[in-house]
């Protein structure tokens, strides 16, 4: 792995926490000093700083005039989101907390969770309607022990029917009830007629702190006596790059000479997990895996080679398990984002990416953590506030020049999942693995529908710290 220009250390030190609560509690910091950390912050790192005028390096004629402009908001998070550069286009990803105690522990994989992932789709019903279906259980979670299934349909939070502007406060509770129904889709395989009708059940959840292992399942299949390894990973997280890597070791042990890897469910995460990820599969030592491009005042101050990051065989020592494959399945959903992108996006140019299934979601763009202290690291950090920013910072670019996809990846095989058979994840006959297995089998490509899939408007990510997001350890 290249050397980072420095890393944020993001190691939970308990002790060090309750001082940090302690003095918040005695000399808490003004809303102007956090300001101050705001602007500072996004002044030197933001990727969109040389479109918003207010970030400029000449933006105040002296002090005087920069304590008023930060005294004009009345809050960190006004301050933030007046900077951000067209957030309903551009940057749509970036975002401040107030507590980066719980961003720490969501990056090391630990969340407030019920184990039910999520997802939220727009009804033909209802131009505001929507309804949430569930992609997998996590095992030993409330979900599990209430007997939550995968392809369980609810329509409802407490009695509430789900609509675009009410399902973010009804699913952001620690404890919340899922109202179920029965989904039918008449038929017929263009949703313009489905329905779902209530059935009268419902289930209470409770989030519970959990470290969720992103390695969801792992099989082989045989499929035309070809040994096809198939993998349903579900975040980009750094703690269980190990974890993966014993997976592909699992894979060359069984002679896999194909993968099936199922990001459809994956919101991205960590840019060295995504390299080594990516190395494991194509293996293309020392060639380039992408490169990043900052804002101008920074990308000055950096060389080529810094900016660029390359395939690897190892992991800070530890050799990778690689199967130098010329080709790979992927398999994704709306909910497919960040750093499952960067692993399409990156390894296109150098081997077949089958990508099945619906287009992703569209980011690019990676962030880091910065803190309030000199060098915006954890270490040094104001003990007076928790507050702390995860802005975009820069953009991947693959080898052959290909960014900026707005609108998401678009597959080669345009499938939607089957809300009223969803089918067992690792199941030969579920609806994407099964395509997917044809290919290999025959070598066919199954035509692409001819229907628009219902809209996913959001899910379990949304109510996570990172959301959608990548994030690089520089």
């Known amino acids: 792995m290249k050397k980072s220009i420095f890393k944020l250390f993001l190691i939970v030190i308990p002790l060090l926490f309750v001082g940090c609560f302690e003095d918040i509690d005695d000399n808490p910091a003004s809303v102007k000093d956090i300001n101050d950390f705001v602007w500072r912050g996004l002044n030197y ?10 970030l400029q390096n000449d933006r105040f004629i002296n002090e005087v005039e920069y304590n008023a402009f930060l005294n004009s908001f009345n809050s960190p998070e006004a301050l933030f989101n007046h900077l951000r550069y067209e957030p309903e286009t551009i940057d749509k990803f970036s975002w401040i907390t107030n507590d980066y105690i719980a961003l720490e522990a969501f990056l090391n994989g630990t969340t407030q969770n019920n184990g039910m992932d999520f997802g939220l789709v727009e009804r033909q019903t209802g131009a505001s309607d929507i309804f949430g279906y569930v992609g997998y259980v996590l095992p030993n979670s409330s979900a599990a022990n209430q007997g939550v299934q995968r392809g369980d349909i609810f ?3 407490n009695g509430t029917p789900l609509n675009r502007g009410n399902y973010q406060s009804l699913l952001s509770g620690n404890t919340y009830t899922i109202n179920l129904g029965t989904y039918d889709d008449n038929g017929t395989p263009e949703p313009s007629d489905d329905s779902i009708t209530p059935n009268g059940q419902s289930i209470t959840l409770t989030k519970s702190p959990y470290t969720e292992n992103p390695i969801f399942k792992r099989d082989v299949f045989n499929v035309a006596g070809r040994n096809v390894g198939y993998l349903v990973y579900n975040g980009f997280t750094r703690d269980f790059d190990s974890q993966l890597n014993d997976t592909f070791g699992y894979f060359l042990g069984n002679n896999v000479q194909d993968l099936v890897l199922d990001l459809r469910y994956n919101p991205g995460g960590s840019v060295n997990t995504a390299i080594l990820l990516s190395s494991m599969i194509a293996g293309r030592n020392g060639e380039v895996f992408n490169t990043e491009e900052w804002n101008s005042d920074i990308q000055a101050q950096l060389s080529p080679e810094s900016t660029t990051n390359r395939f690897t065989n190892n992991d800070d020592g530890t050799p990778l398990n690689i199967l130098n494959l010329n080709r790979v399945y992927i398999l994704t959903t709306k909910r497919s984002a960040s750093a499952s992108e960067l692993v399409i996006n990156c390894l296109r140019p150098y081997l077949d990416v089958v990508q099945i299934g619906t287009s992703t979601t569209g980011k690019y763009q990676a962030s880091i953590t910065l803190y309030d202290s000199p060098d915006f690291r954890r270490s040094g950090a104001n003990p007076s506030h928790l507050y702390a920013m995860q802005p975009l910072v820069l953009k991947s670019v693959n080898v052959a020049g290909v960014t900026d996809y707005f609108n998401g990846l678009d597959p080669d095989i345009l499938v ?10 690792g199941d030969e006959n579920e609806l994407l693995l099964s395509v997917a297995l044809q290919h290999i089998e025959d070598n066919s490509r199954i035509a692409s529908q001819t229907f628009e899939p219902l809209k996913i408007i959001g899910s379990k990510s949304d109510f996570t710290p990172l959301q959608d997001n990548m994030y690089v350890e520089k």
């Open 45 to 54: 790192y933001y990727l969109y700083k040389d479109e918003v005028n207010d």
């Open 155 to 157: 329509y409802a939070i």
């Open 416 to 425: 939607s999942e089957n809300y009223a058979n969803m089918g067992a994840l």
